[in-house]
């Protein structure tokens, strides 16, 4: 396993970023301050409800006990990220190892409503969104082993809805990106309820930047090549790097 605890996780939660700006050394993406938010799956919910972002009912605990919501529940750690840890949770008997499962990665853990619908990722650069992907895990959810092993799950861009929701949902994406503090470039996930509720589960500001990964696919979507992305991206960054100097 290649987290133990969320306390170890070092480099999307804003602590490079405060090592590279300390030494004066530009970087790309986010600052400190927004990766930090964004980790923290608690915090930036509170973003997206303070912008009127639709965002499923959450709480943290520690305990079973401490539980409040009703059942189908989502379980995960507040702190990691790649699905590590996460599981649905539809019986009473669930509960206690799912729960026992996330906290071994750091607590508190959040517990959310279980949003049964369409897993969605928009890409965000410069403030507009690129063209939505639908994931289609062959089995189960988007969990870390679907994520990363090829061939478990498909990835359709654009994704099919209609223009109605395509607009919608990068609407709302935008006001994601803006609620956590404008983060240059980054990842903004969602699931869709019945084909017509978007909820908003959380931004990625480092995203998967190979050329497979799903931010340069929403690019190449649009005639934005992999080189062109990763220089506009570049040129963003340093501007902005430029403008936190100045002021």
């Given amino acids: 396993m290649l987290f133990s605890r969320c306390t170890d996780l070092f480099g999307e939660d804003g602590q490079v970023q405060r090592i590279l700006a300390g030494r004066g050394i530009p ?3 986010a600052d400190a301050e927004v990766s930090g938010i ?9 973003c997206f409800e303070r912008a009127g972002v639709p965002t499923p009912i959450g709480q943290l605990v520690s305990s079973v006990e401490e539980i409040t ?9 507040n702190t990691l990220g790649s699905s590590v840890g996460s599981a649905p949770v539809f019986t009473k008997e669930e509960i206690a190892p799912a729960l026992e499962h996330a906290l ?13 619908g ?19 895990p062959l089995d189960g959810f988007y969990d870390y082993t679907n994520k990363y092993t090829k061939g478990r799950t498909e990835y359709l861009c654009p994704a099919p809805l209609s223009e109605e929701i395509t607009r919608l949902i990068q609407q709302q994406a935008v006001k994601a990106y803006r609620a956590v503090g404008n983060p240059i470039y980054g990842r903004i996930d969602f699931l869709l309820e019945k ?14 930047m190979t050329a497979t990964s799903l931010l340069p696919k929403a690019a190449a979507a649009v005639g ?9 991206i570049v040129e ?12």
């Avoid at 508190?108 to 049964?116: D, H, N, R, T, W």
């Avoid at 084909?195 to 998967?208: F, K, M, Q, S």
């Fill in 38 to 46: 964004c980790i923290d799956k608690d915090k930036t919910k509170e």
């Fill in 195 to 208: 084909d017509a509720n978007p909820y908003c589960l959380e931004i990625n500001t480092i995203p998967g």
């Fill in 69 to 77: 919501l009703p059942l189908p529940l989502f379980i995960k750690p």
């Fill in 104 to 116: 071994r990665f750091g607590a508190p853990a959040l517990v959310e409503q279980y949003i049964l």
């Fill in 224 to 232: 934005i090549t992999f080189p062109q992305l990763c220089r506009r």
């Fill in 27 to 29: 970087y790309t993406g």
């Fill in 118 to 136: 369409r897993e969605l990722t928009v890409g965000i650069l410069d403030g507009e969104a690129l063209p939505i992907i639908e994931i289609r």
């Fill in 236 to 247: 963003l960054s340093w501007a902005a790097r430029r403008q936190e100097r100045n002021a």
